[in-house]
C-alpha cells in the first residue's frame, strides 16, 4: 500500500505560438532548397500546483510521556510529510485507569518524549491529557487522536479497564475519531517497529476520509502481538472477544497456520494483528 499524500496535480500548459492544427513546424523555402528555417518554440509553459493538505494528529498513552511506545508513534508520524503532531500525555504511567477523569483544574508542564519530542505532560488521567489538549494546547481539533502504543496488548474483557482506550474515548466524546494501538507483551521486548507498520498502513487507508472530516466519529482498536519467533501473520478485522473462554490472554503463536479467528483474542492467539470499532462508553462507569 502507498501512502495517498494529497499533493495535487501538476497541470502543464505547453502554447507554441497561436493554435494551429499543424503544432508547431518549422517552415523552409517552397523550392525545397535549405532556405532559411523558422522554429516556433514554446511560448509559454505554466505550472499549477494545488497546496498539500495537511493531517493533524494528537498523540497520547497512558504509560506516560516516557513511554517507549509513544515516543516510537510520535518518531514515525513526525517523519510524514504534510502531517502535524501535538502530543500530550500523562505526566506519570497511569495504567488501567480506564477513561477517568480529574475533577477540577489540571495543570501540565512543557516536557519532552525520550527522543527529545515536544509533549505537554499533564498531571492526571490518560483521557485528561487529551481534554487538556484540546482545551489548552490546541487552536482547532485535530483530524485524529491516537493513543499508544502501549505497553501490553487491550483486547475483549479487559477493555474498558484500558487507560490507551479511555483516552480515545475522551477524543470521541469531542467529535474526534481516534486510533488505540497496544503493542502485546507475548515476548521481550516489544516490537514497537512492528505495531508502528500497522498504524502506518491504517493511517494510509484513512489519510483522506480523516482529512475531509468523512471518517467515523469511533474508537478503532488495534492490537499486534509481539512474535518471539517469525512475523505477525497479518491485520483481520475482528469484534472484540465477550469473554476470555479459557484462553491464554498473552499468548501469541505467530508459526500458527489457523485461520479465521472470531475474535480479538483469538487473532492475536494465532498471530494476527487484530483491529476492529468498539463501544464509545465502557460498559459500567468507571470512575
Known amino acids: 500500500m502507498r501512502l495517498r499524500i494529497w499533493m495535487g496535480r501538476a497541470v502543464v500548459v505547453l502554447v507554441c505560438g497561436a493554435f494551429v492544427a499543424a503544432g508547431c513546424s518549422s517552415d523552409s523555402g517552397g523550392d525545397g532548397a535549405s532556405g532559411d528555417t523558422t522554429t516556433t518554440s514554446v511560448a509559454e509553459a505554466t505550472t499549477t500546483t494545488a497546496a498539500a493538505e495537511t493531517l493533524d494528529i494528537l ?13 516510537a508513534v510520535v518518531q514515525a508520524l513526525s517523519e510524514l510529510p504534510d502531517t502535524t503532531v501535538t502530543v500530550s500525555a500523562p505526566a506519570d504511567d497511569r495504567t488501567g485507569t480506564g477513561g477517568q477523569t480529574t475533577d477540577g483544574p489540571l495543570t501540565a508542564t512543557d516536557e519532552e518524549t525520550l527522543s527529545g519530542f515536544p509533549v505537554t505532560a499533564v498531571q492526571g488521567f490518560p483521557a485528561d491529557s487529551v481534554n487538556y489538549a484540546l482545551d489548552e494546547v490546541l487552536d482547532e481539533a485535530p483530524d485524529l487522536v491516537i493513543t499508544g502504543l502501549n505497553k501490553g496488548q487491550n483486547m475483549g474483557p479487559i477493555i474498558d479497564a484500558s487507560g490507551t482506550v479511555g483516552a480515545a474515548r475522551a477524543a470521541v466524546a469531542a ?9 502485546g507483551i507475548d515476548a521481550e521486548p516489544p516490537d514497537y517497529a512492528s505495531g508502528v507498520e500497522f498504524i502506518l498502513q491504517w493511517l494510509d487507508e484513512n489519510r483522506e476520509a480523516l482529512i475531509a ?3 467515523t466519529v469511533e474508537v478503532t482498536n488495534l492490537n499486534i502481538p509481539t512474535c518471539a519467533t517469525g512475523e505477525v501473520r497479518g491485520l483481520v478485522e475482528v469484534p472484540p472477544a465477550a469473554d476470555m473462554a479459557d484462553r491464554d490472554y498473552n499468548a501469541a503463536d505467530c508459526a500458527s497456520t489457523e485461520e479465521d ?7 492475536f492467539n494465532i498471530g494476527f494483528a487484530s483491529i476492529g470499532p468498539i463501544p464509545a462508553e465502557p460498559a ?3 470512575g
Do not use: F, H, K, R
Open 284 to 286: 459500567q462507569p468507571t
Open 261 to 267: 479467528p472470531p475474535d480479538d483474542v483469538g487473532a
Open 213 to 215: 472530516g468523512d471518517a
Open 59 to 71: 498523540v497520547s498513552n497512558d504509560d506516560g510521556y516516557q513511554g517507549e511506545g509513544l515516543d
Open 175 to 183: 467529535g474526534i475519531p481516534a486510533l488505540a494501538t497496544s503493542q
